[in-house]
């Protein structure tokens, strides 16, 4: 068993998109990751993929990172492929800032790195993966869905980075959300979405990452002072029905699981639980 680093994306994507394949919705993350590495480079200028094979040259393991971001393990990946990804990833960077996978992958590879590195591993979010292929949209709910333009980036910018507040994730610093905004705006690999109730936006529901036979919904946030109307199901079921419209097969979406409002809200549009998934940080403050 090897493991390669590839330099190129479209060289790495080309390797394991059958095996990314295989599990379309666990991975959907690094493959839309990967649509963007192809597209738009400008997007992450540094990254890391890599391709463990075993004996027969069949793939039994990948990683994807976009730095700064966490590492992302394949779901499928072999027990002895996320050890050598974990010993090659040590040997290039020396520290990682965490690993998000699905449950049981992410643990194992979050008790190696420490195992190899020395620092401890802490588990900051457990997430769900859910999956539609037929929407239930929401009754009586005020408004309609618009797609955000140049004119919106100064609030897109404003409501991602509450997002990222708001979920407990990394925050981006004002140029990384107006980067984002711009790019939105601008329908490069992403799109926003946001509803309207009397000429107001009150709601923000991203499409972004394309996978072969769907596509990730998200961010969804909606403003304080507008929650527990109905908006974030309306907007959320509306794109998704318009995805689905377009031709995608399905859409996927993350939610946490420590909030069981969210699940529920999803899960009434027609969303069902796919696969759990962890996201564990290492930091040598962090106790063991």
Same mark, same amino acid.
Not at 11 to 37: C, D, P, S
Not at 61 to 71: K, R, S
Not at 131 to 139: A, C, L
Not at 237 to 245: G, P, R
């Given at each position: 068993?090897?493991? =390669?680093r590839f &330099? ?6 080309r ?7 295989t599990?379309?919705?666990h @991975?959907?993350?690094?493959l839309?990751l &990967? ?10 200028p540094?990254f890391?993929l890599s391709?463990?094979? !075993? =004996? %027969?040259?069949k793939?039994?393991g990948?990683?994807?990172?976009t ?22 990833t040590?040997r290039?960077?020396g ?8 449950r ?5 590879? &979050?008790?190696?790195?420490?195992e190899?590195s020395g ?5 900051l979010?457990?997430q769900r993966?859910f999956?539609? %292929?037929?929407v239930?949209?929401?009754e009586?709910v005020?408004? +309609?869905l618009?797609? &955000?333009? #140049? ?7 404003e409501?991602?980075a509450?997002?990222?507040?708001d979920?407990?994730l990394?925050?981006p610093t004002? =140029?990384? #959300?107006r980067?984002w ?7 490069? @690999?992403r ?5 309207i109730v !009397?000429d107001?936006?009150v709601c923000?529901?991203g ?8 596509i ?5 946030y909606?403003?304080q ?6 908006y974030?199901s ?5 794109? #998704?029905q318009?995805m689905? %419209?377009?031709?995608?097969?399905f859409?996927?979406?993350?939610t946490?699981?420590? @909030?069981?409002t ?6 009434n ?8 998934? %962890?996201?564990?940080v290492?930091?040598? +403050?962090?106790?063991?």
């Amino acid at each position: 068993m090897r493991i =390669e680093r590839f &330099a190129l994306p479209h060289h790495w994507y080309r390797k394991v998109q059958r095996f990314l394949m295989t599990h379309e919705a666990h @991975n959907n993350l690094m493959l839309g990751l &990967a649509g963007i590495l192809m597209n738009s480079p400008e997007t992450y200028p540094e990254f890391y993929l890599s391709e463990v094979i !075993d =004996e %027969d040259a069949k793939t039994v393991g990948a990683a994807l990172m976009t730095m700064p971001h966490h590492l992302i393990i394949a779901h499928g990946t072999s027990q002895e492929a996320l050890d050598l990804i974990a010993t090659h990833t040590h040997r290039l960077y020396g520290t990682l800032p965490g690993v998000n996978s699905s449950r049981d992958l992410a643990e194992a590879f &979050a008790r190696k790195w420490t195992e190899v590195s020395g620092v401890p591993h802490r588990r900051l979010m457990q997430q769900r993966i859910f999956q539609i %292929d037929k929407v239930s949209m929401p009754e009586g709910v005020a408004g +309609s869905l618009r797609l &955000a333009g #140049s004119a919106d980036i100064d609030l897109l910018a404003e409501w991602y980075a509450q997002f990222a507040i708001d979920a407990t994730l990394p925050v981006p610093t004002p =140029e990384q #959300s107006r980067a984002w905004a711009e790019a939105t705006a601008a329908a490069i @690999n992403r799109r926003a979405f946001l509803w309207i109730v !009397d000429d107001k936006p009150v709601c923000l529901v991203g499409a972004t990452g394309p996978t072969p036979n769907g596509i990730r919904i998200g961010p969804v946030y909606t403003p304080q002072d507008e929650r527990r109307k109905g908006y974030g199901s309306a907007c959320t079921a509306a794109v #998704s029905q318009k995805m689905l %419209d377009e031709g995608r097969r399905f859409c996927f979406l993350y939610t946490d699981i420590e @909030n069981p409002t969210s699940n529920k809200i999803y899960q009434n549009i027609g969303y069902r639980p796919i696969v759990d998934c %962890d996201l564990y940080v290492f930091n040598a +403050s962090n106790p063991a």
